[in-house]
């Protein structure tokens, strides 16, 4: 090897020297950290255009390396201006939701072990931590012990998962003959509710058993899942040679947080031997509250759960859990073991890809493991507590309120409401066009402040406005804010 090419491959391949590593690694911690402790100076709904961070950007790659300097001062300067800032205390839209600092640690160290949790031997310290991890999590929720869960990366995929194995479940040969050009196999059926999450939909479609084969069952004054409308449709349908064989109930939807009767529907599911999967994705963290234990009544004899430790338990994205009482039949959908993965402790152990689609899984368990250690079960149980307090404060002022009503109830930590002035108006149609734009406009003016961020849905045909409070930085002062906010929109609006 000539001297030139020994000195170029000494600068030139590799990674960033250990040096150079740790002096960033220190100085990005300290990013972080300044981040977090001034994150209410930002804006938090980004306030730029579509397009404005892509036009600031090269569209080649560079010929050559940056220093690090250079890329930092660019996340600065471009990134955090381009960034809707879902950590904000006042981020109260779609679901609020956080990191925490454990969760964060947990990211960095599985970034660095770069594991590809596939099988047990590329991954033992996964597999076994995800296991015993997600069994400390079934405990925290009182879910019984016939219940093992899986991670997956959202809720979308963990329902999809879910539903595939109850598909698996009806003997038809799916796996090995598929669905098309099948004049043997009848329409199989999946029945949710009205208002369940469009991640079903989605799983339904992915599946190949085509939008028909999902049947929407309505719902009570409350949104929640009508359980004779539920049994009424199964026994129609078949009649008429369809199969049922999946029912999803939601724990916590996402327009309202409304809770499916899922006591009342299992005897359903269990009279027509059919599986019940319950989507829990916000609202089953609750149940590590032991005085909120309830809202799983039933979930105990469901044959699946989804929960979304990144939606309500302080977990960086992504991290969804399914519980299964069946991963045989999870299994038996989705393993596939060529020669080159087959390693001599396969039947003695799990392996990750056995279980879904992914072969490679990122080490996902290690951020949760930290977060229940750092927070225990009572201190994540307290902040969750504390959301549902923070809810039941401001949906009071909405209740005590002449120019305010809820649109539904708060049995979490999400209020539906909207601005209710006194429109004088003589039609009705007319009337309900206007509050639906005041309510629009309003939210707008609140977005637009960059001091709090809300979102909305539609709740019986009218525009409904949702606070949703799910941040850990959360505290009564970030609420009675956007209550003053809100109100100041309103008078400037409505006068
Ligand atoms: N289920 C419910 C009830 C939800 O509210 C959501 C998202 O808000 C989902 C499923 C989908 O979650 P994910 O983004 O993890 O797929």
Same mark, same amino acid.
């Given at each position: ?92 839209? *779609? ?109 339904? &479609? ?26 009424? +449709? ?46 829990? @994705? *916000? ?11 309830? &809202? ?26 399914? *519980? ?49 250690? *750092? ?6 149980? +307290? ?7 923070? @809810? ?104």
């Amino acid at each position: 090897m000539s001297q030139t090419h020994e000195k170029l491959t000494k600068e030139k391949l590799g990674d960033m020297p250990a040096e150079e590593f740790r002096r960033y690694g220190h100085e990005l911690i300290d990013w972080i950290a300044n981040y977090f402790e001034h994150i209410e100076e930002f804006p938090v709904l980004a306030q730029i255009e579509p397009g404005d961070l892509k036009s600031q950007l090269p569209s080649t790659p560079p010929e050559h390396g940056e220093s690090m300097e250079a890329i930092l001062s660019d996340v600065d300067r471009l990134i955090v201006p381009a960034l809707t800032h879902w950590s904000h205390p006042s981020f109260f839209a *779609y679901f609020a939701t956080s990191t925490s600092a454990p969760g964060i640690f947990g990211e960095l160290l599985s970034a660095a072990f770069d594991v590809k949790s596939m099988l047990w031997r590329t991954s033992p310290a996964s597999t076994e931590l995800e296991e015993v991890t997600l069994d400390w999590l079934r405990q925290m929720l009182g879910l019984d012990a016939g219940m093992s869960g899986f991670i997956y990366d959202t809720a979308s995929v963990s329902s999809m998962h879910a539903i595939a194995a109850a598909r698996e479940g009806v003997e038809q040969r799916i796996r090995e003959e598929g669905m098309s050009g099948r004049r043997d196999l009848p329409l199989l059926r999946v029945y949710a509710s009205e208002q369940a999450h469009s991640s079903i939909d989605k799983g339904i &479609i992915t599946l190949g058993l085509g939008q028909r084969s999902l049947r929407k069952i309505p719902t009570d004054k409350d949104f929640r899942m009508d359980p004779q409308a539920l049994a009424d +449709a199964i026994d129609e349908d078949k009649r008429n040679g369809i199969l049922p064989f999946c029912i999803v109930a939601t724990v916590g939807t996402t327009s309202t947080s409304s809770i499916d009767p899922v006591s009342d529907i299992i005897p359903i599911s269990e009279k027509h031997a059919m599986w019940l999967h319950v989507d829990a @994705a *916000y609202g089953g963290s609750a149940a590590i509250v032991p005085e909120m234990r309830h &809202i799983l009544e039933g979930c105990q004899r469901a044959d699946s759960l989804v929960l979304n430790p990144h939606k309500w338990l302080f977990t960086p994205f992504d991290l969804s859990v399914l *519980y299964c009482r069946h991963l045989d039949l999870l299994r038996r959908a989705f393993s596939l073991v060529p020669e080159y993965l087959r390693t001599p402790e396969q039947e003695k152990v799990r392996s990750g890809s056995d279980y879904g689609v992914q072969l490679g899984r990122r080490f996902r368990a290690l951020k949760l493991w930290m977060i229940i250690r *750092y927070f225990g079960h009572e201190g994540l149980a +307290a902040r969750i507590r504390e959301h549902c307090r923070l @809810a039941q404060l401001f949906a009071s002022w909405i209740d005590a309120s002449t120019d305010w009503e809820l649109m539904a109830p708060t049995p979490f930590a999400l209020v539906c409401f909207r601005a209710c002035p006194l429109i004088k108006e003589e039609k009705d149609e007319v009337r309900a066009k206007r509050l639906d734009a005041l309510n629009e406009a309003i939210m707008h003016g609140v977005n637009a402040t960059g001091k709090a961020l809300l979102s909305h849905t539609k709740l019986n045909d009218k525009l409904t406005l949702r606070l949703s409070i799910g941040n850990i930085r959360t505290t009564e002062k970030h609420v009675i804010q956007v209550w003053d906010l809100l109100n100041e929109q309103l008078k400037k609006l409505a006068g």
